[in-house]
């Protein structure tokens, strides 16, 4: 258990006794990067002093307003359980009063995440407590009233513990006083490692225009990013676009688009190899089914070239030759890529341009990214009057 952190969980307002136990309980189970989070709802539940059913439900809370994000579903073996991390970030903001109740008011907007099973029979080695709770009346259904900030209060006679969720009386004065003491304490019990940890909103103020992209992708886009890069995400915004001006691109690359496609990633080696090209014509190695490669499929297919040639190669594994001329051009005639999961709607509806053209795309599996133009091909709507292909 790291002690920062569990500095921040007992200054954290959560407006909850319930809320603030299972929170030291998971703070007490993750490494200090927030990472490694996997205890079973019954061993929750038995530390925090509340029922299973309360422990789940805080559990998803903390999942819907982004405290928590499921890495991985638990199997069906012993000691299997869900894999969690926690926002350490977020964390460390839950110091101020006014937040928690801001993040639960945004948070009736999403839709609540599927139950947890870990407290099932076989996926923990104290998975046998669950039994307690199904053998009591009622215990995995009741009445509820409204507490204070919306917490949910178990009705006794329902088969509920009486104590399974109390909130807790404001004092103001005496929150003020403690986000004061918060504010002036030491890095250390400030934030993790001494340094400020970045948040959403600190990229929106980083990126250019920011604001003015669609909020929703950029919220999945950010929390796809581990927690350990995403700094160096914001860090590689100026020299990003201070590549894509050396290299004679125009026009503005979303944001989401930015964190999709990792752009901070390699810009040294993007911009040697750039410098490298444009000094002496140096070829250029293009391997298939790269972000280069899609670029010069497509600049094929707009001037009317058969891209067979290159679908063969890429399928036989075998590079192909270019230069950094014939790749800058290529982007200005082409524009930006953006990267997109193999197994997404986007790749569906591009397969018919496609095939119609000559060229496809495999059936890649996991996590890989095929690179495209938009996420719809040309004359592709989404909805009536929208065309947003400029291909």
Same mark, same amino acid.
């Given at each position: ?229 995403? $700094? !160096? %995400?914001?860090?590689? +915004? &100026?020299?990003?676009? =201070?590549? *894509?001006?050396? /290299? ?79 790749? $800058? !051009? %290529?982007?200005?005639? +082409? &524009?930006?890529?953006? =990267?997109? *999961?193999?197994? /997404? ?47």
């Amino acid at each position: 258990m790291s002690a920062a952190l569990l500095g921040l969980a007992l200054k954290a307002k959560l407006h909850s006794q319930t809320r603030k136990m299972v929170l030291i309980k998971l703070v007490d189970c993750c490494q200090e990067d927030g990472t490694r989070i996997y205890p079973s709802l019954a061993t929750i539940a038995e530390d925090a002093e509340c029922s299973v059913p309360t422990a789940r439900r805080v559990m998803q809370t903390f999942c819907r307003v982004g405290l928590l994000r499921k890495v991985r579903d638990g199997g069906a073996g012993a000691k299997s359980t869900n894999h969690y991390e926690m926002d350490v970030e977020m964390l460390a903001r839950l110091r101020r009063p006014e937040l928690w109740p801001a993040l639960e008011a945004a948070a009736l907007h999403d839709p609540a995440p599927d139950s947890d099973e870990d407290d099932a029979a076989g996926h923990a080695p104290d998975a046998g407590s669950d039994q307690q709770d199904k053998a009591s009346p009622g215990a995995n259904k009741g009445i509820t009233v409204e507490g204070y900030h919306g917490d949910s209060l178990p009705n006794p006679a329902e088969g509920y513990h009486p104590d399974d969720t109390q909130p807790l009386s404001r004092n103001l004065s005496y929150e003020r006083e403690g986000a004061g003491a918060s504010a002036a304490g030491p890095a250390s019990e400030r934030e993790p490692d001494g340094k400020p940890v970045p948040s959403f909103d600190d990229f929106l103020e980083a990126y250019p225009f920011a604001r003015g992209d669609n909020r929703v992708k950029q919220r999945a886009a950010w929390e796809a990013i581990a927690f350990d890069q995403r $700094a !160096a %995400a914001i860090d590689g +915004i &100026g020299a990003f676009i =201070a590549e *894509r001006k050396a /290299g004679g691109i125009k026009g503005r690359l979303s944001s989401e688009v930015y964190l999709q496609g990792r752009n901070w990633i390699g810009l040294e080696a993007k911009a040697a190899q750039r410098k490298a090209s444009e000094a002496t014509g140096a070829p250029v190695v293009v391997n298939g089914w790269t972000r280069d490669w899609w670029l010069l499929l497509f600049d094929r297919i707009k001037a009317g070239k058969p891209p067979g040639f290159w679908v063969s190669q890429a399928d036989a594994g075998k590079p192909l030759g270019s230069n950094g001329g014939e790749l $800058a !051009a %290529a982007a200005k005639r +082409i &524009g930006d890529l953006g =990267a997109y *999961r193999c197994d /997404g709607p986007e790749i569906d509806a591009w397969r018919p341009w496609l095939a119609a053209k000559g060229a496809r795309i495999p059936p890649f599996k996991g996590e890989f990214r095929v690179f495209l133009p938009s996420p719809m091909p040309p004359g592709g709507k989404r909805d009536d009057g929208d065309d947003e292909v400029k291909f």
